[in-house]
């Protein structure tokens, strides 16, 4: 039976690094990868009744508040309406990141006077300057809604869940 002395003094003589059981280049480096590569699942088998579900609680759970609140009250408002191209269009651009999205739908990208820089000169993350909407989003009508939706102002609260509208009651 081995000591705990045994087992300290073994810890002791091997390398202060630790044991890396991959031979990733990431693993090699200990940096984590890059997070521009990780690819959305699709998801193939999906029921129209499970999309939607996934669809609500994507639009209510995202990274910050100002997003929970908008998505969530424009999916209570207009998924259900939606034609089936742009519910697959509002599923794509869940998958987009939240600031960006934010600052495509509120406008605020155009504004250079809002960027704030860091000390090592990067711009602070939700300052709300620089980011214009990308040229496969520009001219999407679901884009063009959600400006609608926030320009007006109605509603901007997180609605309670009985609140969605059920996809066939059309």
Request: without cysteine.
């Amino acid at each position: 039976m081995l000591s705990l002395r045994y087992l300290r003094k073994s810890a002791l003589r091997l390398n202060s690094k630790p044991l890396l059981f991959s031979t990733s280049p990431y693993a090699l480096n200990n940096k984590p990868p890059p997070l521009d590569n990780i690819m959305p699942i699709r998801r193939a088998n999906e029921t129209q009744e499970q999309k939607m579900k996934r669809l609500i609680y994507k639009s209510r759970k995202r990274g910050i508040l100002e997003m929970d609140i908008i998505l969530s009250g424009f999916a209570a408002e207009y998924l259900h309406k939606l034609p089936q191209k742009d519910v697959e269009k509002y599923d794509l651009l869940l998958d987009e990141l939240d600031w960006n999205v934010y600052r495509w739908i509120t406008d605020e990208g155009a504004d250079a006077s809002k960027v704030t820089n860091t000390p090592n000169g990067q711009e602070a993350v939700g300052t709300g300057g620089g980011v214009e909407v990308p040229d496969h989003w520009k001219d999407e009508v679901i884009i063009k809604l959600l400006k609608d939706y926030v320009n007006r102002g109605k509603g901007l609260k997180v609605p309670e869940i009985y609140e969605y509208k059920n996809n066939n009651s059309k």
